[in-house]
C-alpha cells in the first residue's frame, strides 16, 4: 500500500499542474470611491424622495431645524451638470478644512527644515527603544486628551508625517503610526469633554449646563482610550513577532532619505525654535477653547505659527516659502480627499433628500421600545454620519429632533447628546466620506481597505462600550451634573 501511494506521488509530481491565477481585484483608488460614492448618490436622488424640514432661530440665532415641521417638496434630482460640478463644488464647501490642511503641511515642513523633527523623532527613538510599547499609551493619551478637550481630530494629519518615521525606527510600520494619530484623536473626539463643536454645540440646543456631565463623559472617554491602546499594544506584540511585516516599510523610509541620523543636536536657534513650536501649540488649544475658533482661523493661526517658528530658526525668506512649498505638495492629495468626499454631502443637499433620510430615521427610532431607544439613537446617529460627518453640522441637523425625541421616550436629554458623541465619533475612522480621516490614511500610504480590515475589531468593542454606557445612563437616569 506503501509503495503504491509512493508512485502515486511521483506520477503527481511529474505532471503538469495548473497554475492558480493570483487574484485580479485590486482595490480601487480614493478618487474612484469617492466619485463612486457621488454617482450612486446622484442615482438615489431619483428614487428618495425629496423633502425638507422648516427652520427656527437657534440660541445663539443660528439657523436650526424645526422637527415639527417636515414635509415632502417637488424632486431635484441630479442632472449631469451637478454631478460634474459636485467635486468643485465639494472643495468650495470644504474650503476651509482644505486650506487648514495646506497649512498643517506647510507647518510641518517648516519644523522639519529647521531640524525639529529629526530632533524629536531622535530623541523619542533612544528614550523608548528598549522599552518601546510604553509609547503607545504615553502618545494615544496625549493625543486623545488633545481632541478631548479642543475637538479637532484634523491634527492627525500632522501626527501622522511625524509618527511614521518615529514608528519605523522602533521596529513598528505605518499602519502603527496611523492607528496612533486616528484611534488617539477619533477617541478623544467620541468621548469629548468640552468639545465645542459637539458637546458645546449640544448643550445649547438642548438648553442644558454647558459641559455638564463632565465625570460620566470622562469615564466613557478613559474607557474608550484603554481599549483603543489596549489594541494598539496588541498590534505592536504581532509586529515584535513579525518582523518581515515592517521590512517593507522601513526600506520605503530609507529609499526616501526618511531615516533618522545618528545623532541629532539642534542649535542655540534650533532650541529656541522648539521651545517657540510648543508655545503656540499650546496658544492653539486655548484659543479653541476660549475663543472656539473655526477651522480659517486655525489656518491663520498655523501659518502664523510655521512664519514664526521658522524665522526663530533662522530660515531665509526663500526657505521659509520653500519649506511652505514643500509641505503643500506633500498634503495636496489629502486635501483634495477631503473637498471629493464632501462632494457626496453636496450631491444629497442639491437634491435635497438629506432631511427625508433624517426624518426617516427619527420615524424608525421612534418606533423603538422604550428601554432601547437610546440604542437606535446610536445607531441612527452612525449611520447619519455617512452623509454628515461634520461634528457641529450633523448637531445642527439632528440633535433638534433627537432632544424631543429624548424627552417623548423617557430617556434624558443628557443621555441623547452622548449617544449623538458616540454615533458621529465611532464612525469618523471608518466611512470614506470622512475627509481629514481619508486624508490621514492617504498621508500614510494606506488603503482604505487594509486600514478597514485592521481597524473593525476595535470599532466593534468601541460600540459596545457605547452602548453599555448608554444603557447604564438611560436606566439612572442621567442628568445634567
Do not use: C
Amino acid at each position: 500500500m506503501a509503495k503504491r501511494q509512493e508512485e502515486l506521488e511521483r506520477q503527481w509530481e511529474s505532471e503538469p499542474q495548473e497554475e492558480v491565477a493570483p487574484s485580479r481585484f485590486k482595490f480601487p483608488h480614493i478618487y474612484v470611491l469617492l466619485v463612486g460614492l457621488i454617482a450612486l448618490m446622484s442615482v438615489l436622488s431619483y428614487i428618495i424622495p425629496a423633502g425638507e424640514y422648516g427652520t427656527v432661530e437657534g440660541p445663539d440665532g443660528q439657523e436650526m431645524i424645526d422637527p415639527e415641521a417636515f414635509q415632502f417638496i417637488d424632486a431635484a434630482p441630479i442632472g449631469l451638470m451637478e454631478f460634474l460640478t459636485a467635486v468643485p463644488n465639494g472643495l468650495i464647501d470644504a474650503s476651509a478644512v482644505v486650506f487648514f490642511t495646506f497649512m498643517i503641511g506647510g507647518v510641518f515642513m517648516v519644523m522639519q527644515a529647521a531640524g525639529l523633527i529629526h530632533f524629536g523623532v531622535d530623541r523619542l527613538t533612544r528614550t523608548f527603544m528598549h522599552r518601546r510599547i510604553l509609547i503607545i499609551p504615553i502618545l494615544v493619551t496625549a493625543f486623545a486628551s488633545i481632541a478631548a478637550f479642543v475637538g479637532t481630530p484634523e491634527l492627525s494629519l500632522l501626527y501622522v508625517p511625524i509618527l511614521i518615521p518615529l514608528m519605523i525606527q522602533l521596529g513598528y510600520n505605518k499602519l502603527m503610526a496611523a492607528g496612533i494619530a486616528l484611534i488617539a484623536t477619533s477617541g478623544g473626539f467620541l468621548g469629548s469633554i468640552t468639545n465645542p463643536g459637539t458637546v458645546g454645540l449640544s448643550h445649547e440646543l438642548a438648553e442644558l449646563p454647558m459641559y455638564s456631565g463632565a465625570l460620566y463623559r470622562a469615564l466613557v472617554l478613559s474607557t474608550i482610550i484603554l481599549a483603543g491602546i489596549l489594541f494598539l499594544m496588541y498590534y505592536a506584540k504581532k509586529l515584535e513577532r513579525n518582523p518581515e511585516l515592517v521590512e517593507a516599510d522601513r526600506r520605503e523610509l530609507e529609499e526616501a532619505g526618511g531615516g533618522v541620523p545618528e545623532a541629532v543636536n539642534l542649535s542655540r536657534r534650533g532650541k529656541a525654535a522648539g521651545i517657540t513650536a510648543i508655545v503656540m501649540f499650546l496658544g492653539m488649544i486655548i484659543g479653541v477653547l476660549t475663543f472656539q475658533w473655526d477651522f480659517v482661523q486655525l489656518a491663520g493661526y498655523f501659518l502664523a505659527m510655521g512664519v514664526v517658528v521658522g524665522l526663530v530658526a533662522g530660515l531665509s525668506g526663500e526657505g521659509l516659502s520653500e519649506a511652505f512649498n514643500n509641505g503643500f505638495r506633500q498634503v495636496l492629495m489629502g486635501a483634495m480627499i477631503i473637498g471629493i468626499a464632501r462632494g457626496v454631502a453636496v450631491v444629497m443637499e442639491e437634491s435635497q433628500i438629506i432631511d427625508t433620510i433624517i426624518f426617516a430615521l427619527s420615524t424608525v427610532v421612534s418606533q423603538l421600545p422604550q428601554s432601547i431607544t437610546v440604542l437606535g439613537m446610536l445607531g441612527s446617529q452612525g449611520f447619519f454620519n455617512f452623509f454628515v460627518p461634520s461634528g457641529s453640522g450633523q448637531a445642527m441637523i439632528t440633535m433638534p429632533i433627537m432632544i424631543p425625541l429624548a424627552d417623548l421616550v423617557g430617556t434624558t436629554r443628557q443621555t441623547a447628546i452622548l449617544a449623538f458623541q458616540l454615533g458621529d465619533g465611532i464612525s469618523n475612522i471608518l466611512f470614506p466620506t470622512s475627509g481629514y480621516f481619508m486624508a490621514t490614511i492617504a498621508a500614510a500610504g494606506i488603503s482604505w481597505w487594509k486600514w478597514t480590515k485592521f481597524i473593525i475589531p476595535l470599532l466593534i468593542a468601541w460600540t459596545l462600550i457605547g452602548m453599555v454606557y448608554l444603557l447604564t445612563a438611560h436606566f439612572i437616569g442621567w442628568g445634567p451634573f
